[in-house]
């Protein structure tokens, strides 16, 4: 099939398409079963091509739309009967007459299209041989099909009826001589110029005798010669019926005439236009159908993508340099601390600092996971749910990254616990321990206490992580039920159905996307709410406070500091020199007189204003004491 001839069944084909809502693909199958079964000749003959697709277009409404079919009724019937294709418009033409004859012959008597068609395939050729016409022959078809000789079987039964008839003078001479004596012409039986209706009653002499009848015809055609015989009324009946009609046309024209069909022309139409604009366009209508799929899922997900973002935003804005240097601070100042309380820099007890380096490895592994492996684990639960909602390439990519950064969160927070174990296996003294402890829940409260922007997307996060899990029920039970439909829709061939049902698919998965995205936000805008209305408060109270009369510096509040030993003891045991309450080497108390006086040679407290915090001043004056006792500590070991 050349180009020119490709391009011109495909117009004809949306045209078919259009008129007759069927599938242009299906009406392409149907004209290139016209070029190849009756010639290839007929693409050169367009409007008489066009006129036999018309044909089979109507001949496929009264075959439940199977317009491949329909094409291999026509064939054949064209074929078996060796209709000239010499003029490409004559046979057209013959090709309708036959469509109207085989509709008509279904519409009256038993047998349907196929079945006719399955009997033609038998008997066509003979029929055509003996001068029997196409009605008659449909007629003859008919009236087997009701004495139960169906189909191919009918059509074989015609043909050897038929071939016996033919015979004539050739008949066998003991039958010859049995049918003279019956009263039979048989030269006149032969004579194809006579209908089969004259010809075979001819034969009904024959009704009263079986044993001719079956030495005539053969046994096991007997049957079959009786009820054509028997039945010519019924012969004349059916061919009147089938003659000049339009039949085809008329039952097509009914079918066409319903809601479905109606619709089905609508759609035909659409897609037509949908054909063109691809024509025109080219592949830019393709690149905008795959980005449009691509852009629902992310679209869907908008809610949850902004709220991941605007939490990474915030993590980002938070002051980590700050919040580092306090950090390392709290780390040294822990270090000495506990290297004074169990005497690591005494000439006498003086052991490893590797201890020191395992608590800084430790601490920096804890806020190491706290800021990367959160983040990464953040991330990845996001990645996590795009590769559930979005398919092909994209799923794919989102796997990808929910896999890297989890393995980012596993390794981070293997190395903090390997750290802090470390750090536990190497500490001398159990109260160490409780030391640790306190200064990691130091650490989280920092964060805690200084950041409400912190405080608020951990959670914004925390509520995300629950409404993904407790949504996912709903939206299981949304995408199901729309699954439901959708197939429901499918198989009833109802658009409008499937168009809701992929509608509320994609609802499903947008309202899961929502609830998500509102989780966090909801409740990062009540922690920041609260943190505000809280600084609100505390602007108020400070705006409150007036100066006292003649007031340099604001009062001293009392201080208690308290009696933790957080060596566990460790310092029971140390040598001390002076006099105090204590225990030597050989079990004695002694008493210690600590002049603080001495100690803390010199105090001051430098307020710039007389409404400066009481808890900042005492925490002056804790951490003055604090060093005093570390150097009393130091004294006494």
């Not at 069944?9 to 079963?33: H, M, N, P």
């Amino acid at each position: 099939m050349c180009i020119r001839d490709r391009k011109q069944i495909e117009t004809f084909a949306r045209q078919s398409a259009k008129a007759f809502g069927t599938d242009a693909a299906v009406a392409v199958e149907g004209y290139k079963l016209l070029l190849s079964q009756l010639t290839p000749e007929l693409g050169k003959y367009p409007d008489a091509l066009r006129e036999m697709g018309d044909c089979i277009q109507t001949t496929s409404k009264l075959m439940g739309g199977d317009g491949v079919a329909a094409a291999q009724v026509l064939t054949t019937a064209m074929n078996q009967y060796g209709v000239s294709m010499e003029d490409p418009t004559a046979a057209a033409g013959e090709m309708a007459r036959m469509m109207n004859v085989m509709a008509a012959a279904g519409q009256a008597g038993s047998a349907e299209l196929p079945a006719i068609s399955a009997a033609l395939q038998q008997c066509g050729m003979a029929a055509k041989a003996a001068n029997v016409s196409f009605e008659e022959t449909n007629a003859a078809i008919q009236v087997l099909d009701k004495a139960g000789k169906k189909a191919s079987e009918g059509g074989v039964a015609l043909r050897n009826v038929l071939g016996q008839l033919s015979k004539g003078r050739f008949v066998e001479k003991q039958a010859r001589e049995e049918l003279e004596k019956a009263g039979i012409d048989v030269v006149a039986l032969g004579d194809n110029s006579k209908s089969l209706k004259e010809r075979l009653e001819m034969l009904k002499p024959m009704l009263n005798d079986s044993a001719l009848l079956s030495k005539f015809f053969g046994v096991e055609n007997a049957n079959a010669a009786r009820a054509l015989i028997q039945g010519t009324d019924a012969l004349q009946g059916f061919t009147d019926a089938v003659t000049g009609t339009n039949s085809a046309t008329e039952q097509a024209a009914i079918v066409m005439d319903s809601y479905a069909e109606r619709q089905a022309r609508v759609n035909q139409r659409f897609e037509d236009l949908k054909i063109s604009i691809f024509q025109a366009t080219g592949d830019f209508s393709l690149w905008c159908g795959v980005l449009t799929s691509a852009l629902v899922p992310l679209a869907q997900l908008a809610p949850l993508i902004t709220a991941v973002w605007k939490g990474m935003l915030l993590i980002k804005g938070l002051n980590w340099s700050g919040m580092w240097a306090g950090i390392v601070g709290w780390v040294r100042s822990a270090a000495v601390s506990i290297a004074l309380m169990n005497g690591t820099l005494s000439t006498s007890n003086m052991i490893s600092l590797g201890f020191i380096g395992n608590i800084g490895r430790a601490t920096i592994g804890l806020v190491k996971f706290a800021t990367v492996g959160i983040f990464n684990a953040l991330k990845g639960l996001g990645a996590l749910v795009l590769s559930f909602i979005t398919g092909g390439t994209a799923s794919a990519t989102f796997s990808g990254i929910a896999s890297t950064s989890f393995g980012v969160f596993a390794t981070t927070a293997t190395a903090a616990c390997r750290a802090v174990g470390v750090a536990i296996m190497n500490i001398p003294i159990i109260g160490w321990v409780a030391a640790a402890i306190a200064a990691l829940i130091a650490i989280g409260a920092y964060f805690w206490n200084t950041s409400a922007k912190f405080r608020a997307v951990l959670k914004g996060t925390w509520a995300a992580f629950k409404a993904c899990f407790t949504g996912i029920g709903d939206m299981a039970k949304q995408v199901f039920g729309a699954l439901g439909d959708l197939i429901k829709a499918a198989f009833s061939l109802d658009a409008g159905g499937i168009s809701a049902a992929l509608q509320k698919l994609k609802a499903g998965f947008s309202d899961y996307g929502k609830q998500i995205g509102q989780a966090f936000n909801e409740a990062y805008e009540a922690e920041m709410s609260e943190a505000a209305k809280k600084e609100a408060a505390d602007k108020a109270k400070s705006k409150g406070k007036k100066p006292a009369a003649n007031t340099t510096a604001a009062a001293v509040p009392e201080v208690t500091v308290p009696t933790v030993d957080p060596t566990g003891g460790s310092l029971s045991g140390a040598s001390g020199r002076g006099a105090g309450s204590g225990s030597d080497s050989g079990g004695k108390i002694k008493n210690i007189t600590i002049n603080i006086e001495k100690l803390v040679e010199r105090f001051e407290i430098h307020s710039a204003t007389v409404g400066e915090s009481a808890e900042q001043v005492k925490a002056v004056i804790l951490e003055t004491l604090t060093g005093a006792l570390n150097d009393t500590q130091l004294a006494t070991s």
